[in-house]
């Protein structure tokens, strides 16, 4: 069974960083979908929205909203994902999420961690 752990949210100020993990276990962070690790966050009274993957060979997409700030990398050793977030916005306030797709439908995870909230204050 896959499980995923995200840490490392908290309260910052506008213009900070901070740095996401997402702990892997019952898996490795790859699969048959490409990919397959992604960040995903939802705000309050929003729908939840996609931020960004990782492929294998740990090619990026990533969302316009946070394109050249935002940064996803994986450490195969540890089985970890991350976010690194720059130049962090109050629009950036949410509970961010990791997850994985296991098998297609690939655009659809089916695997997802519990969040880790982020709070950016102007």
């Known amino acids: 069974q896959v499980q995923l752990v995200e840490s490392g949210g908290g309260s910052v100020q506008a213009g900070e960083s901070l740095r996401l993990s997402c702990a892997a276990s019952?898996?490795?962070?790859?699969?048959?979908?490409?990919?397959?690790m992604k960040w995903y966050r939802q705000a309050p009274g929003k729908q939840r929205e996609w931020v960004s993957s990782?492929?294998?060979?740990?090619?990026?997409l990533y969302a316009d909203s946070v394109r050249g700030r935002f940064t996803i990398s994986q450490e195969n050793a540890k089985n970890t994902l991350y976010l690194e977030m720059n130049r962090l916005k109050p629009e950036d306030t949410a509970m961010y999420y990791c997850?994985?797709?296991?098998?297609?439908?690939?655009?659809?995870?089916?695997?997802w961690g519990q969040g880790t909230q982020v709070t950016v204050s102007s």
């Open positions: 997850a994985k797709a296991s098998s297609p439908p690939c655009a659809t995870p089916g695997y």
């Open positions: 019952g898996s490795t962070l790859y699969s048959t979908c490409p990919y397959a």
């Open positions: 990782i492929d294998k060979a740990g090619y990026a």
